[in-house]
């Protein structure tokens, strides 16, 4: 059977297949972050703006198109290429999602205790505009109109369109496809997904212990809509925080 049947059809992925599948947008993200940099800082917007637009023209396009790809011509619509959509119980919806949400906040908080040392002894080489995208001493360097541009796309790209995108990548449609490693395929996937953030590669390991537990669920379940909610709540909490801040202080 070739790679694009694999693809379509939701057999099993070579380990090459799959570590491409997983990284190749993470570096592409990445590129386009850095080049769209120079360009917003000259239009008076925050760094922020260029890795939203990395998110809005490479991540869409790229992921999206991936899944959309393999499920084309497929009797189960749009969404063929990912076989993780079984119902999940109404009781199991209501426990699952506090629990979960509550163990990600516990992941990232306790690896948030170590990582400014983790940035400084390891990423201290990096430019600080993409350590810190949002620099809290440097918000009154840019408009109220650039920020609130910002913001709002801030909350659609990171809290809606960015996290189901992902989800329906990462554990729709790759998860899947890494059955043949049993018990291994969440922690290999979560792995993989942490390390395709190479734009924040300092939080490798908090976003396996954030979102390795959701991965396992998600291939529980067999549902990835669970994945999407969590996500989507997850990341639109980080942004009404960061929102606070921002117009806290240009306020």
């Known amino acids: 059977m070739t790679a694009e049947a694999d693809l379509a059809t939701g057999q099993g992925l070579s380990r090459a297949t799959i570590v491409a599948l997983h990284l190749i947008p993470g570096v592409l993200i990445t590129v386009g972050f850095?080049?769209?940099a120079p360009v917003v800082a000259s239009l008076g917007f925050p760094p922020l703006a260029a890795l939203l637009a990395a998110i809005a023209f490479i991540l869409v396009p790229v992921e999206l198109g991936i899944v959309l790809w393999a499920g084309r011509g497929q009797q189960t619509g749009p969404l063929g290429a990912v076989p993780y959509r079984r119902p999940i119980?109404?009781?199991?919806?209501?426990?699952?999602l506090p629990a979960l949400i509550v163990v990600a906040f516990l992941g990232f908080g306790v690896h948030a205790v170590v990582e400014?040392?983790?940035i400084a002894a390891l990423f201290g080489w990096l430019p600080d505009w993409f350590v810190r995208p949002i620099d809290p001493d440097r918000i009154g360097d840019f408009s109220a109109g650039a920020w609130t541009v910002t913001l709002?796309?801030?909350f659609m790209l990171n809290a809606i369109v960015?996290?189901?995108v992902e989800e329906l990548y990462f554990r729709g449609f790759l998860l899947p496809r890494m059955q043949w490693l049993g018990r291994w395929a969440p922690l290999v996937n979560?792995?993989?997904?942490s390390l395709y953030h190479f734009w924040s590669p300092w939080q490798f390991v908090a976003r396996i212990l954030g979102i390795g537990p959701?991965?396992?669920a998600v291939q529980w379940k067999r549902n990835v809509f669970l994945g999407i909610v969590v996500h989507c709540v997850l990341n639109a909490i980080s942004v009404i925080i960061v929102a606070t801040l921002v117009i806290g202080r240009i306020g």
């Open 34 to 36: 850095v080049a769209a």
């Open 89 to 96: 119980r109404a009781r199991d919806w209501l426990w699952l």
């Open 116 to 118: 400014p040392q983790l």
């Open 152 to 154: 709002v796309a801030f």
């Open 162 to 164: 960015g996290p189901i």
């Open 190 to 193: 979560v792995s993989l997904f």
């Open 214 to 216: 959701l991965v396992y």
